[in-house]
């Protein structure tokens, strides 16, 4: 059974830098193919693609938003790290992580819950 | 304002068929997969089809998709009230060398 989940805070400060953390199980980031993004929606809006990881450690990211993302990985604790920093009000949506289940095709068939980030001072 | 293209809204009636379309561009939908997700009120997105036209796992086949040059169809038969949600279609861009969404589509089973 595959199960992925987001944690983090649900409020930060303008300015400041967030972190989330997708811990997921019944499949690993070590195997060929595999990886693990993170998409975001502004409440009442659409999905926002921000950034993905390989299994191989390659990594692309949102142009838009390149200078400001970090993905990382530990495949150790299955877990995926986003970080964003320079926290405005327009980044409160809430943020999925979902894997990425096989080289050279870029859907996403599990999905997270998804955890609301509300940026506000 | 999204890469990829829907309109906002669609509707029909119970048991009727709808289309959805997702417009983009030789960077993204000619040259690479399409995949839909559904998204009901207040839940996780859900992959609907795959690979421009294969359905996930324990979709019915009341759902399909296809793919023309730069635009791409979700079509949704036998409509049930269960179906209304937002449907976003999503592609990797290779120009951008990211993944692109469309703005989604809402839609309503009268």
């Known amino acids: 059974q595959i199960t992925l989940k987001e944690s983090g805070p649900t409020l930060v400060t303008p300015t400041q830098t967030l972190t989330l953390t997708c811990t997921f199980s019944?499949?690993?980031?070590?195997?060929?193919?595999?990886?693990v993004g993170w998409i975001r929606q502004p409440p009442g809006k659409a999905l926002e693609w921000l950034a993905l990881i390989f299994w191989d450690e390659d990594k692309r990211y949102s142009p838009s938003l390149k200078s400001r993302l970090t993905i990382t990985k530990d495949t150790s604790k299955n877990q995926v790290v986003l970080t964003l920093t320079n926290m405005d009000p327009v980044d409160t949506a809430t943020y999925y992580c979902?894997?990425?289940?096989?080289?050279?095709?870029?859907?996403?068939?599990?999905w997270g819950q998804g955890t609301l980030v509300t940026v506000s001072s | 304002q999204s890469v990829l293209t829907q309109p906002p809204s669609v509707s029909a009636a119970p048991g009727q068929e709808v289309t959805i379309s997702c417009s983009g561009s030789?960077?993204?939908?000619?040259?690479?997969?399409v995949s839909w997700y559904q998204q009901l009120p207040g839940t996780a997105p859900k992959l609907l089809i795959y690979?421009?036209?294969k359905r996930a796992s324990g979709i019915p086949d009341r759902f399909s998709g296809s793919k023309f040059g730069t635009s791409a169809t979700l079509g949704i038969t036998g409509l049930q009230t269960g179906d209304e949600a937002d449907y976003y279609c999503g592609a990797w861009d290779s120009s951008l060398s990211a993944g692109v969404f469309g703005g989604g589509t809402k839609l309503t089973v009268l």
């Open positions: 979902a894997r990425r289940p096989i080289r050279g095709h870029y859907y996403f068939d599990f």
């Open positions: 019944g499949f690993s980031l070590t195997t060929t193919g595999v990886g």
């Open positions: 030789s960077s993204n939908i000619e040259k690479n997969y």
């Open positions: 690979d421009n036209n």
